[in-house]
């Protein structure tokens, strides 16, 4: 096996985990949690591609690829909710969008 | 026998669904014939069965015949049975026999009425009960004749039902009559407990084993049903208001035969009261008390119906005194004249009362006796029988009576020789009181203006009966004639002979008969020449007596005590319940429930802040929490 | 198969009704059409009944859940006939009086009605536990829709506040029946055994409580008496809540035993209190629905004294004052559906006088009212007497409570009849307000008739309702007889068939506690249990 240990890829992906999560939980602005949840969903995916190499089986890595198919139209669905937000001109502030409290 | 008695029991009930199902179909007219003509074959089944006990013995007179099961749970069987022996033959005579003159009768008085067929349906319906009642074979056929007996009761009385009146004394007397049936039904209950049966004969046979607590129950609860229906002290204040019913009613219902269904229980039952002898002597001192007290009562009546409804009261005394000491046959006997020469009186007095349109206070009666010399010499015969004056019936019966009480020999018989004694003298000022206030003297304005008698002094369907009736009060004496022939005793000796030793009831001695006669007599001529005196001749002014008066005059207070015990607390406690416990119940328990989920959905709803990065916090906190217990369980 | 169709035919009418495109008329006649033909089967079943034989009659069983012993069981007992005969003679009637009376929505309606009649006489015949809760829960969706559709002004309060009771008291149920079905093995009536659990009893119990209704769990019952329909009300009070009593009789007291025993006295009180409590209500109630609700929550409670009476004299009784009061309730709300038409209003201070010149009318409500007051000599009152004379076992108090009540109910229900047809013209009675019509009479007739022939022959019902060996197991269990082996061997005796009774429960042979009795094939007849001497096995 060439390059650096397995350890290393799950290191980096959980480094990219931890950031997007943070991201989530402290940013305000809905794009950048949805960009945030972008980079959790890479660091999920990294893990994936390393385990597969590490199991030497493609399975991880189809899932992966699911992975990226569901994210990009979470994307397209986040997007046009704020871009919809945007043009009702409604504060892009998560802290203030609370209609639908209990 | 039995295929006869069945005739006689279902022929009135025969009549009274023809004339409720026929309707308007059939003529006024014939729904009055319909009624008397199946109370007439009653008669007739009943005067068979006579002829066929009298030919027979000892315990060939006695048949019980079932035609099914009525109703039966595990030991106890009730079967739709008719017992016919001695004693409930004569009672089916008597009915029967009264009863269709009285339904006769009812075709002259009813006459004008617009809801004639109604009438002679209940009519029908109520001697029908009457014959169940006297013909049952066990204790609880003879309560639903009982309860019946008071159903067709309810229904006449309050016949003319746009009166307030009317409808106020129906409901009264159904109500302390299920009062009665009620203490009956407890007595059954005890029964069927200690015995397992409601037979009579059976019943009877199994009396010995019981504990005389028991039998005491027993016979009290009897005893209240008893006291219920024949309207004694304390159960009768329904007995006056009930002459609200038109008086054909009256003199049926509450003269002859329905009110003297309490003897006839006591009668039937006298194993049960043997056994319980203070219940016995209760019974007979409750006779005797009434005896007094409604004669008191009937003293300050106004309204001519009221007074002979206060003396049936007095006279079904002497009955309960008789059956108290244990001189069944004397008690029947009486049972028997008392039919004849009340029924007598009550039809004459309608007679009276139809003449003068419907009135029936005395006050403004007068001098009729030269205006309807007929009705005056029926009711003179009837007052006379009453009274208890030789050789009408009322003298050999009440007589009777008094020497048993007298022949008992100890001191409580005396008391009641005593109470039936002025009860005679009572009788005697009442009664000739009514007479002379209605037929002697002058016309009254009113009676000048009202009467009618172009067509004779009643309809022929009404003056048939009274004479009929006149005829059995002076004869009917002549079946019992104490010490010389008694073939009435013989004839219900099968069944009431007494356990003499027990009860130490002896024949009374020909002296005692004798005293007894002489004094009875006596008492009531007495009592008649006292009302001669105040209002015969008007020599002397009616005492005044404020202070005995009022009294008597409401009644005793009676009616007022009874109210203020039972009526106004029912319905506090009935609209107390209504406001405190039911409007809590049904408002604040759904409203409760409600408002607590309610709460329950609020407190959970807080939940739901609409925070985006509360959300996510929590999913990331529950993923942390999940992934610590993976790790540890692992 | 012949129970089957009982259940199945008006099911099947419901679904014909509601899906094809009738007239209004052409609905209703079907649906009477149906109901008088279930009467008809009824009638068949009555003929073909065995009663002298204990056990369950004209059975039919298939599996439904087989891992969990759960099937579709129906059958007949002496008691559930009866039953079963109320319900399709009631609802055959209440059906003509909707259809007499017009009701907007005829197919709908109608199909209710029918579907109502069919989950009623399941209730009644179904021997499996589940098979009994769907039934039971599939009374309810007609009635809420019947009564929140067609009722009265204040039609949707009651309704809801009717389900939600009764749906809390189903949920228990449901929670007991999953216990005691998982803990016997299965959730057959005649299959299983006996438990002691109180819980148990109290979940069953709960639900029958409220639906019977029992004191003071009745808080729905003014309201949906006076808010539904006539012919709902009918049903309601002379049907539904005899599926209460039919519950207690069949599950409660059978399957729990000693829990029965234990909370008798509980029960005795409560029902004891709803008769005197609903008497005294209805003597002073302003309406004419309000003096038969508050009325027939005094006659359940009376039946409910029977039940726990713990004797044949007791259960006779509830059974026979079960159809009486249903047959009387059924015409007496009939007949407060046409006096409500004819004055607008069931207010008794402006009615009054009906009487006069309406002889029908009088005569009929006459009649009823003196059997529902239980005269003597009535139906009524040969199962008042049983039940009392049975209670009077369990104490003299509860015997004197009852007559008391008898001297209640007269004072009420006079008043009932006064207040209508005596006296005065009332203020809401027109003057040209008609006598009873063909129609009602059509209807009212033979409910009085049937009421009239029980009366002359109370044994009809009472000497078949419970054969000698059903009546006699039910009775040791209610006095854990100390006589425990003599009557086992005599009951054992009784065991014709195999698989016909219930199972034992309680300590070993001879013990004070010995209950029923199970007739297996097979020598191994007492599994889990200490087997029984020798010479007492049959």
Redo the contacts between chains.
Sequence with gaps: MNGPDVTWYLAVAGVLFATGALGVLLRRSPLIVLLSLEIMLNGANLALIAFARQQGDLDGQIFALAVMAVAASEVVVGLGLIVAMARRRLVLDVDELTTLRG | MSIAAWICLLAPLGGALAI?LL?ELVPRRIAGLVATGSVAVAFAAAVVLFVTVLGRDGEERQELTTA???????D?DVG?SLLVDPLSIMMALIVAGVGSLIVAYSIGYMAADDEER?FFAYMALFVFSML?LVLAGNF?IL??????V??SS??LI?FH????SA?AAA?KA??MN??G???M??A???L??ETGTLDFVTAFERVDGLSSTVVNLVALGLLGGAVAKSAQIPLHTWLPDAMEGPTPVSALIHAATMVTAGVYLIVRAHPLFEAAPSVQDLAAGLGAVTIVVAGLIALVQTDIKRVIAYSTMSQIGYMFLAAGIGAYANGMFHLMTHAFFKALLFLAAGVVIHALVGEQDMRKMGGLRRLMPRTWIAMLIGGLALVGLPPLSGFFSKDSILASALATGDTYGYVLFAAGLFGALLTGIYTFRMLFIVFTGEPSGFVREHLHTEHGEGPRWMTAPVAVLAALAVVGGAVQIAGIWHPLADFLDSIVAADRESLALVEPTVTQDWVTSILAVGAGLLGIGVAWLIYGARRVAAPRMVALRNPLERKLYFDELYQTVFYYP??G???G??RF??GP??GG??SG?AGATRGLGRGV?????????TY??AI?AGLAVLAMVFVSVR | MLTTALILVPLAGALVVWLLPWSRFAAGSIALLVSLVEVGLWVTALAGFDFGESGLQDGARASWFSDLEVSYHVGLYGFSLWLVGLTVVAMAAAIGYGLWAGRERARTYFGLMLFLTGAVVGVFTAQDLLLFYAFFEGMLIPLYALIGVWGGRRRQAATIKFVIYTVAGSLLMLVSIIVFGLSQGTFDLVDSGTSDSPWLFLGFAAAFAIKAPLFPLHGWLPDAYRESPPEVAAVLSGVVSKAAVYGLLRIAIAKFPEPADDFRFTILVLAAVGLVYGSFLAFRAPDIRGVIAYSSLAQMGLITLGLFAGNSSGLNGAVLMSVVHGLVSTTLFLLAGGIERRASTGELASLGGMGRGRPLLATMLMTVGVIALAVPGSAAFAGEFLILAGVFDQGWLWAVIGAAAIVLAAMYVLRLISAVLHERDGSAVPREALDLRPAELGLLVPLVACLLALSAWPAAVTDRAFSDGDVRTLQAVQRGDGNGSAFLASVVRECREPRQRYAISGSGSGASHITFVVCREGDDAWTGYAPIDEEEKP
């Design positions: 409720t309707g099914w099961n009525w109703l039966s749970v595990g106890l739709l109604r169940l609880l309560l639903a004749g009982w309860g019946l008071g159903l309810y229904l309050g039902h746009e009166r307030p409808i409901k159904f109500i299920a009062v049936d009620a203490t039904a407890l059954f209950f005890l069927v407990y029912a319905v406690i009935a609209r319940w209504t416990v039911e119940l049904i328990s759904i429930v709803g807080q939940a739901q802040t609409g925070f985006l990065r996510a916090l990331a």
